[in-house]
């Protein structure tokens, strides 16, 4: 295993070493990230080294899903380091354009996902899905994979990602990777560099919380009980904001009607720890009989 991987910064590149892979019948996997690599990154990795003869990574911090207040300029960048974390978890290729390959002078498309990306994370972040959908179809396209990885972490973004691919006809596999934690349960997240340790020790509360709930909610619990009672336990934790609560459908991601939970779920947060934004959610059964 060598400790260096080749690195494409242009589209001509990238689409030089697929077509070489391809012209041996080779399979291609694709995880597309903003870098600052952690452990539920390199899963993406590994998992698509499970079903794929190559796997190719991107970073690239797209300016056009912050907005103006949001963190872009002291987002993490470590492109040595993540080269480096990417060949030991055995990535074949880092794609790694600059902003005028991705964003050239004059570029005026967008592409918008409705109705899964609206409620949410759409509502406390309405530039986001537009952003993510707009460089994700373009990523797509520029490398073609066979199939892309994407963390279960932002759950909601997987499921903008399958409904814009299903509906642009993109030949390409979506592959939902679960969510990376932390020994004490805290969610992997290239943000999580923020939290000072008081922060950390707080942050750490929102796993055991949420498993606490999927315990009772599929026991039967009522779910606007339970969701009441998450966003109590998360102020006393110590969290300073809490952005939203909810449960949703776990494929359709529509609210859930009845009291109890009767179908595949999922139980959702986003949070803020000091200033700091977090996500996290996890699967909830129908409720056992
Ligand atoms: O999840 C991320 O890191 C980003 O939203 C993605 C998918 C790489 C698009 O910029």
Redesign the pocket.
């Given at each position: 295993m060598t400790d260096t991987l080749p690195i494409a910064r242009s589209v001509r590149e990238l689409r030089t070493y697929v077509a070489r892979w391809r012209n041996q019948n080779l399979t291609v996997g694709f995880a597309?990230?903003?870098g600052a690599l952690h452990d539920g990154h390199l899963d993406l990795i590994r998992a698509l080294k499970g079903r794929c003869d190559r796997t190719i990574a991107s970073i690239?911090v797209?300016p056009k899903?912050f907005a103006a207040h949001e963190d872009l300029d002291r987002y993490p960048r470590d492109e040595a380091g993540d080269a480096a974390k990417l060949a030991s978890a055995g990535c074949d290729l880092l794609y790694a354009p600059p902003r005028e390959v991705m964003y050239p002078d004059g570029h005026s498309t967008s592409v918008s996902v409705a109705g899964v990306s609206e409620p949410l994370e759409g509502e406390a972040r309405p530039h986001f899905f537009g952003g993510?959908a707009t460089?994700?179809t373009k990523l797509l396209l520029q490398c073609l994979p066979d199939v892309a990885a994407?963390?279960e972490k932002?759950y909601q973004?997987l499921l903008v990602v399958k409904r814009m691919v299903r509906d642009l006809d993109m030949p390409v596999e979506i592959m939902g990777v679960p969510t990376t934690r932390e020994a004490d349960g805290l969610a992997m997240s290239s943000r999580n560099a923020y939290l000072s340790p008081e922060e950390r020790i707080v942050a750490a509360r929102l796993n055991v919380i949420l498993r606490e709930a999927v315990e009772q909610l599929e026991s039967g619990a009522n779910i606007m009980t339970t969701l009441v009672k998450i966003e109590r336990q998360i102020f006393k934790a110590g969290f300073s904001e809490i952005d939203y609560v909810a449960i949703r459908g776990e494929d359709d991601f529509l609210p859930i009607a009845s009291p109890i939970v009767r179908r595949p779920a999922r139980l959702l947060v986003a949070v803020r720890a000091g200033e700091t934004r977090l996500i996290d959610n996890m699967a909830v059964g129908a409720m056992r009989p």
């Open positions: 597309p990230t903003m690239f797209n899903q993510v460089v994700v994407f963390g932002d973004q």
